[in-house]
């Protein structure tokens, strides 16, 4: 049987999106996706459970109806949900009038037969009018046959928790369209793994997050105990979200990630926590949040007033950040951990909010202040920061009566509407938050006492400035020519690191200056030298030889996954490995070199569960399943087949014939001026239709390749993928150091080639040349 992959499911989830579009904005319809996810997923596991209870009955001698009585039991279903008829997949399928009514009902009795599941999906209305009318039958017949498509077992995937990661791709999707409505159920995941890489949550734990969203810093938690040898399901999560919706979303989260004992509660955190503890505050070990920015508050009626030892902010002028943060704070356990993600604001802002910060660090809670670029969150545009406290004497004696700044805020990669952090600028921050060091430019510890004298100040750049240098001019080189060395030796570490040698560009002038190498005549021949240069190539063929042992020497962990299913050790056997053998090389710091290897498996790491669960030939067939619903969904139109690495290493020959096919049609085309019409219009139409006939076979040529595959050659052609991915990532990293060497080249060209005598030089022939023609034109005497 064919195995649902996660590609496919997710095309398959957007595409139900797609359906509603138009109709109402995306904070509006996800409801409509979850709903409906949901409802499919529960029947569809139901169903396998009343299966397997019908057969074991009729096994056991019991006749059909003495079976089908025992699967209607609801007590029968302890470890998973009941669902009664009128939420079946059977029924609702065959809903063709009044379907929303039928849809809210399914959901009402789903409710209403599954404790667990209290007040998660009576919010959910099929009914609710989008602008002065209801959703018609017509698109929500449409959104059941969509998902009438595919059936959520979980046999029926590619991995297990494949409905989980689906489910996160989903919400990660709603939040780009919803804009600043994102911002209220989804942090950014790149800043999710920070902030838990930071607290390093570890099984036995409690972990809590005060404003929970859709849940994913407490499923990355249990992801990290879990990646780092633990046992997540020894971890204990919590959380509390104000929003009815939002909490709904991260109950179905936990719920379709296969954690069912989270305790995730509904209510205002500031006015009425609600996890208490024998009538007091619950404490945890790690609190990790990021609370909706600059919100009022209310103290009416506001429940364990004592968590806010340090004073209350104002209740209007959007200043509640810092009562969550106090909020943080009063339920850490004795060697408590937390981080929040909080607006710059509060930093500096005086008033009540001063008089709070000088408490916090007075009482030595206050460990690190980490800066972010700006444009990370959904939501707004300004920079963030996240602040990193201990509960009172927890801190190691390292750290106690400081507290460390790390300004982030320059480093990130510009997307298309928003920043992202890559896995070498959380690898950087991590590296810098765990040595507690002084780091030129980027991080600074700093004594309490430093921070009384600047007023409780914790302005990043006041203690961590990362304001770039001013450019240096030398004046005599602008003057006479020549490259500084100064600032040629000021750049040395860039220029060694690629193995750039002086000679390559430059030549002696004299004890402080170079000249160019008078064989460059034009700015274009810098980058061809530098990329032609000796030392450069020793350089990047070190790396690439060092990458291909390491390689050959750790495939063997892939090779052996399918049977020693240990996917976390091999993650870490890997990582580790791969930046301690390329990191020597110098070429790359040990940052970029972590984040070629973590953003290489992160991107690959549901394919190697499908491994793990499917074995190599499995993973192939999930592969072109996934290629062949692919072009089914968008009728063949789906992406050149050249750039696929499957297609290309299959059916070579078939992409030979294509190409050859494009180029016949494309030559006769060129020669309809030359040749007779008729005859060439003849000729094109029949190479048209066989080069349509030709694609036709695409999918059974791909099929044929496959089955030709051995187990062997199956494995062969994964790994060889594998490599390929992770040879192009550090490639890209080689590539972008080296057009940094190039440019600082390219830099010194355009500010010394030319020299102000050069131009006093022009200036003077091109004003005898004018005097010339003037005088031709018989203009001498003006």
Known sequence: MKKLTLPQLEHHLFAAADILRGKMDASEFKEYIFGMLFLKRCSDVFD????????????????????????????????????????????????????????????????????????????????????????PDRKLRDLINHFNKYRLRNADFEFPDLIGAAYEYLIGQFADSAGKKGGEFYTPRDVVRLMVRILKPQEGMRVYDPCVGSGGMLIHSKQYVEEHGGNPFNLSLYGQDNNGGVWSMCKMNMILHGIAGANIQNDDVLASPLHLDGGELMRFDRVITNPPFSQNYSKDGIKFTERFRYGFCPENGKKGDLMFLQHMLAVLRTNGMMATVMPHGVLFRGGAEKEIRKGVIEDDLLDAVIGFPPN????????????????????????????????????????????????????????????????????????????????????????????????????????????????????????????????????????????FDPTLTERGDIKKRIEAGKGIQLKET????????????????????????????????????????????????????????????????????????????????????????????????????????????????????????????????????????????????????????????FIKRLHEARDALSDDDSRDLVLDILNEKLAGHLESYVSSHRQEVIASVENWWDKYRVTLRDIEGERKVATKNLAEVTVRLGYDDV
Not at 100 to 122: H, M, Y
Not at 551 to 569: A, G, R
Not at 624 to 630: G, K, L, V, W
């Open 376 to 515: 990370l969150f959904y939501g707004t545009g300004i920079p963030a920061c996240v602040l990193v406290c201990r509960a009172k004497d927890a801190k190691p004696d390292k750290r106690k009566d400081k507290i460390l700044f790390i300004n982030g805020d320059a480093e990130f990669h510009a997307g298309r509407a928003q920043n992202y952090l890559r896995p070498e600028h959380i690898e950087k921050i991590t590296s810098a938050f765990d040595a507690f060091e002084d780091i030129p430019g980027y991080a600074a510890v700093v004594s309490r006492d430093e921070i009384k004298s600047n007023d409780w100040n914790l302005n990043i750049r006041r203690y961590a400035d990362n304001a770039p240098p001013p450019e240096p001019q030398d004046v005599r080189a602008h003057l006479l020519g020549g490259i500084p060395k100064a600032e040629v030796k000021a750049k040395k570490e860039l220029l060694d690191a690629h193995g750039l040698k002086i000679s390559t560009i430059f030549m002696e002038r004299d004890a402080d200056y170079y000249d």
């Open 48 to 135: 396998e459970e009343y299966e397997r209870i019908i057969k074991a009955n009729l096994a056991k001698g019991r006749t059909q109806e003495q079976a089908t009585k025992r699967a209607e039991d609801q007590a029968r279903y302890a470890k998973s949900f009941f669902v009664p008829k009128a939420a079946r997949w059977e029924k609702i399928k065959h809903a063709h009038r009044h379907i929303g009514n039928e849809l809210n009902k399914a959901l009402s009795a789903l409710e209403r037969d599954n404790r667990s599941l209290e007040g998660v999906l009576g919010h959910i209305d099929f009914l609710r009018k989008a602008g002065k009318t209801k959703m």
């Open 542 to 697: 070190k790396l690439k030889n060092r990458f291909d042992r390491w390689w050959e020497k750790h495939k063997q962990s892939l090779i052996d996954l399918p049977e020693t299913k240990n996917l976390m050790e091999v993650r870490t056997d890997l990582l580790e490995a791969f930046i301690s053998v390329i990191t020597p090389v110098g070429l790359l710091d040990r940052f970029k070199i972590a984040g070629v290897i973590a953003t290489w498996w992160n991107e690959n790491k549901f394919d190697l569960k499908t491994l793990i669960a499917q074995g190599f030939g499995g993973l192939v067939d999930g592969w072109i399943d996934t290629i062949e619903a692919t072009m089914d969904e968008n009728k063949g139109n789906h992406f050149d087949l050249a750039d696929d690495p499957l297609v290309v290493r299959l059916i070579p020959d078939y992409l030979d014939e294509l190409e050859q096919a494009r180029q016949d049609i494309v030559r006769m085309e060129q020669g309809k001026e030359t040749q007779p019409y008729v005859k060439t219009s003849g000729l094109l139409k029949e190479a048209r239709k066989q080069l349509k006939e030709l694609q036709k076979k």
